[in-house]
């Protein structure tokens, strides 16, 4: 049975012991994110510190601040309640599989599939938990234990949320994960980067010069695959929270929002509502971003808040990036494993992908493809820079299929052997991350991608390829029987 909220989440990572209750007070600027850094990158446990506190206000919140929930492997597989992550990129690749039916009889086998997939979609009722607290009026942003993570950054940030928003051209939701920077107890930044869904229904509004405000809601806190979805890279016309009854495999339940037009998870711990306005765009950052840099002030419209609703009890979830590894990083390992199939279902060639934690998502991918004709690690690179959810990376490195892409010495090591940096080594132009601070201009730039696979005559190779320096068998067969006599342990 799938967690039902967040509370489920918790007492199950507590039971697996992979959950620290910090029961001392630590102040929600910086001691936090310092305290959650070190636990993050020693690959220690989830945090819930229960008396977060604020020197600059001289309080304590009553509201508990969960930190490093994702932090691990472990935990991201037992956020998606599998023994591995495997388990549901198989679930990704038989529902790939669907073929549409030829007859009569293929469409009755269909039927409990399509029942099975209808049953993933997002589910109405009229009240939740997220209801039993409804604020129309005198509430503030300062409830609640949000974070400043780093000495440099603009203020306190939300730095988890599920941003929701409809498309005012089609009507279609967009579930995003954009960092909120509080202004004040009523007003946040809006930072959806301009490829973002939630950015682009704001361009299309302006474009039509139909009205200046746009509805939206902000979710903190739900459970544990709902929350992961908004940080997925889904194709455009696929719902997160449909996404999310998948992993699931029981449907989000929504309810209506108090004061504008959208859905909201209805076990959410907390939700906020409002507007962004086309007439108000601010200055927001500096902020300590997942690429260890911060990323500097820029223009962002502001969200204006209308209503607050939440448990009687809420806890208030967060997350820290900056340096690799964190938190993030397990977050980005989800999604390369789990949408590993969909990229071969493009590109069957390929045999495995990894994106390092050094490589903060977008700067490096290593690609291990089964090589079939001339040209054809540049290909697969230009296949790659093609897709939205890639097509921000900013180092492309493809090997051979007999290549372990997860084992970064071996990558490095048969790499670097097997180039011609100029024959090898290809530059483009494009799309670059908006977070990307060494482009020559925001959000373009330059991209590499390195064919470190064997050079064929084909290919205008015409020396001879060595092989690789290996041990017969038969030799390491008879030292594995001498081993215990040599006594070198």
């Known amino acids: 049975m799938a967690y039902k909220n967040l509370r489920d989440f918790i007492t199950r990572l507590e039971r697996e012991r992979e959950l620290k209750r910090v029961r001392i007070p630590v102040d929600v600027d910086l001691e936090i994110a310092?305290?959650?850094?070190?636990?993050?990158?020693?690959?220690?446990?989830?945090?819930?510190?229960?008396?977060?506190?604020?020197?600059?206000?001289?309080?304590?919140?009553?509201?508990?601040?969960?930190?490093?929930?994702?932090?691990?492997?472990?935990?991201?597989e037992l956020a998606l309640d599998v023994d591995s992550l495997d388990a549901v990129a198989r679930r990704v690749e038989e529902l790939l599989e669907i073929k549409p039916p030829e007859g009569l009889l293929d469409k009755v086998r269909m039927l409990p599939r399509l029942a099975e997939l209808g049953s993933f979609l997002p589910k109405m009722v009229k009240g939740g938990p997220v209801k039993e607290v409804i604020c129309r009026e005198s509430f503030s942003l300062s409830e609640f234990p949000i974070l400043q993570c780093w000495p440099q950054d603009g203020g306190r940030f939300i730095t988890f949320p599920m941003v929701i928003t409809r498309?005012?051209?089609?009507?279609?939701?967009n579930v995003g994960c954009y960092r909120l920077q509080v202004f004040d107890g009523t007003a946040t930044g809006m930072h959806w980067q301009v490829h973002k869904g939630?950015?682009?229904?704001?361009?299309?509004?302006?474009?039509?010069?139909?009205?200046?405000?746009?509805?939206?809601a902000v979710a903190v806190g739900a459970d544990p695959a709902t929350m992961l979805c908004p940080v997925f890279p889904l194709p455009e016309d696929l719902d997160e929270f449909m996404f999310a009854g998948f992993l699931r495999q029981e449907p989000v339940e929504l309810v209506h929002c108090e004061t504008v037009d959208l859905e909201v998870p209805a076990h959410a711990e907390i939700v906020l509502e409002g507007f962004v306005d086309l007439d108000d765009i601010r200055t927001e950052g500096p902020f300590g971003d997942h690429t260890g840099f911060y990323s500097l002030e820029d223009r962002f419209p502001a969200f204006h808040i209308t209503c607050v609703t939440h448990r009687r009890d809420p806890v208030y979830v967060s997350t820290l990036v900056g340096p690799p590894p964190m938190e993030d990083y397990w977050m980005g390992h989800a999604v390369e494993r789990i949408f590993l199939p969909l990229i071969r279902k493009q590109?069957?060639?390929?045999?495995?992908?990894?994106?390092?934690?050094?490589?903060?998502?977008?700067?490096?991918?290593?690609v291990a493809i089964r090589k079939s004709y001339p040209g054809h690690a540049r290909k697969v690179m230009n296949s790659i820079w093609g897709l939205p959810g890639a097509m921000f990376t900013k180092c492309i490195v493809v090997v051979d299929h007999d290549v372990d892409v997860q084992n970064i010495r071996e990558v490095a090591w048969k790499a670097l052997n097997h180039i011609d940096p100029e024959r090898d080594i290809q530059f483009v132009l494009g799309p670059v991350d908006q977070l990307e601070h060494a482009s020559r201009l925001s959000c373009f730039g330059s991209k590499m991608g390195v064919d470190a696979t064997r050079k064929w005559p084909t290919e205008?190779?015409?020396?001879?390829?060595?092989?690789?320096?290996?041990?017969?068998?038969?030799?390491?067969?008879?030292?594995d029987e001498l081993w215990e006599k040599?006594?070198?342990g």
């Open 460 to 479: 205008g190779f015409s020396r001879p390829w060595p092989d690789e320096v290996k041990m017969d068998e038969r030799t390491k067969k008879r030292v």
């Open 347 to 366: 590109f069957p060639e390929i045999v495995d992908m990894h994106m390092p934690a050094e490589g903060v998502f977008h700067n490096l991918m290593i």
């Open 34 to 76: 310092e305290v959650t850094d070190r636990a993050s990158k020693a690959g220690g446990p989830a945090l819930l510190f229960e008396k977060a506190s604020s020197a600059r206000e001289n309080k304590v919140y009553s509201a508990p601040v969960l930190m490093n929930a994702f932090g691990t492997r472990r935990r991201l």
């Open 486 to 488: 040599l006594g070198l």
């Open 198 to 216: 939630g950015a682009e229904h704001f361009r299309w509004l302006d474009r039509q010069g139909k009205g200046r405000r746009m509805d939206v």
């Open 167 to 173: 498309s005012p051209k089609n009507g279609r939701r």
